[in-house]
Every structure is written in C-alpha cells, then in structure tokens.
C-alpha cells in the first residue's frame, strides 16, 4: 500500500529560536471633512375628508420635490420613503365615527454642495406642515479617507515591530501575516443624528422668506485597526 501523502500542518502561531516572531497592532484616527449631508423631510397634511388630505398632501409633496430638485447638481440624490394616510376617530360617542385624515410622506435628500445645504434647509422648513431633521454629516464608502487611515495603520505596525526588534539589537526578516481587524467605523445615518430642524409654519410668503441657516460641517472620525506579525533575525540575547 502506497504511503500516504502528508496532510499540511497548520502554521505555528509563535516563532522558533532560529526564526523569531513580533505581534503588534497598528491604529490610526483620522479626523477629517464630511463629504455628504443627509436631511429628512415629512411633509403632512390634515383634512376632514379623505380626498381632500391626500388632494393637500400630494401638492405639498410636489413643492417640496421641486424646491429640493430646483438645487441641481448641490443635491446628489432625493428619495422617498414611507408614506401614510390615516383616519382619527373621535374619543367620545357611539360606533366609530371619524374626526379627521393624516396623511404623512418621508424624503430624505444627500447634498454634497454645503453652501446651499442652510439655504434649502431653511426653506424647506418654511413650507406648510413640514418638518425638516438633520443634517447628518458622512463620508462616502469609498472616500479616500478610509485608505489613508488604513495605509497610516499598516505604516505604524511595521514602524512598531522594527522598533521592537531595534530593542533587542536586530532586524525584522519578514511579514508573516496582516490582518484587518476593523478598518473603519463611519457612524451611518441615522446613528449619528446631528443637529435637528422643525418647522410647523404656515402660509409664510417669498417677501418674508427666513435667514439661510449657518450650518457648520460636523468633523468625521476615521479609524482602522490591523494586526501584523513578523520574523526577525535571531538576536544576541548573552550580551
């Protein structure tokens, strides 16, 4: 009977006098510019009739899409969430006797342009029945931040090691493993609520439009985390 090939042996997590091993971590925190703001937008309407609170609703609906897409190219995209319309009954008499119609619609909008990001805010906010929240300040998935802060990570695990094996009089050989432990944490919307509007107003005309608001961008905190082991010549430890 033919022998058998031998099984691969798992890699030996430490090190051997001949070939030694340093483990470390390197980190990185970034503080940088956001890159997108996020706004949500609910836009109500009430009526003691059904068709009349949905007529009211897609109306005001309509005038907050064309003011938000009247930015242009400052809005990078608009969507609509959830929307609802439901009957209130009154508290008090027999059977079920409805008192009026709410109707709601969510759309949240990505500004990429800060400058027109307080002037729309603010006139979205003076709309009838519409409450604005946010912003939320983020990075992009792909934003060049997280590569840099992953890069400066890597750079200061091998500065680490070698200065380790600079203490014990010797030289890092090579890289055994890297591995990526959590290269970064941008808090997504909404876990990270920032400051928040809200207006009720009514019927406020183009003469006695309100002050943009001064919105100041929220930092972003970018942080990435690896470990890294390496050999390294054997040192001379009888000195």
Request: aromatic letters at 4%; proline letters at 8%.
């Amino acid at each position: 009977m033919a022998p058998s090939a031998a099984e691969p042996q798992p890699a030996v997590p430490y090190g051997t006098p001949e070939s030694p091993r340093i483990a470390v971590r390197g980190e990185a925190h970034l503080e940088v510019d956001p890159e997108i703001a996020r706004i949500g937008i609910t836009v109500s309407a009430r009526g003691t009739d059904r068709r009349e609170a949905l007529t009211d609703l897609t109306h005001r609906n309509a005038t907050a899409l064309d003011l938000i897409k009247s930015y242009g190219d400052a809005v990078e995209r608009v969507e609509t969430g959830a929307f609802s319309i439901s009957p209130e009954l009154t508290k008090h008499g027999r059977g079920e006797r409805i008192r009026a119609y709410h109707g709601r619609v969510h759309l949240t909008a990505e500004l990429t342009d800060f400058t027109a990001l307080g002037e729309l805010t603010t006139r979205l906010a003076d709309l009838d029945l519409t409450r604005v929240d946010g912003p939320w300040w983020t990075l992009r998935p792909d934003s060049p931040s997280h590569r840099r802060a992953r890069q400066q990570a890597v750079h200061e695990a091998v500065q680490r090691a070698r200065e380790y094996a600079e203490a014990l009089g010797t030289t890092l050989a090579a890289l055994v493993e890297l591995a990526d432990i959590g290269a970064e944490n941008a808090q997504p919307y909404p876990a990270a609520p920032g400051r928040a509007m809200r207006s009720m107003a009514h019927g406020a005309g183009a003469a006695d439009e309100a002050a943009p608001l001064d919105l100041e961008p929220q930092r972003q905190h970018v942080y990435a985390q690896v470990n890294a082991r390496f050999t390294m010549a054997p040192p001379e430890l009888s000195a």
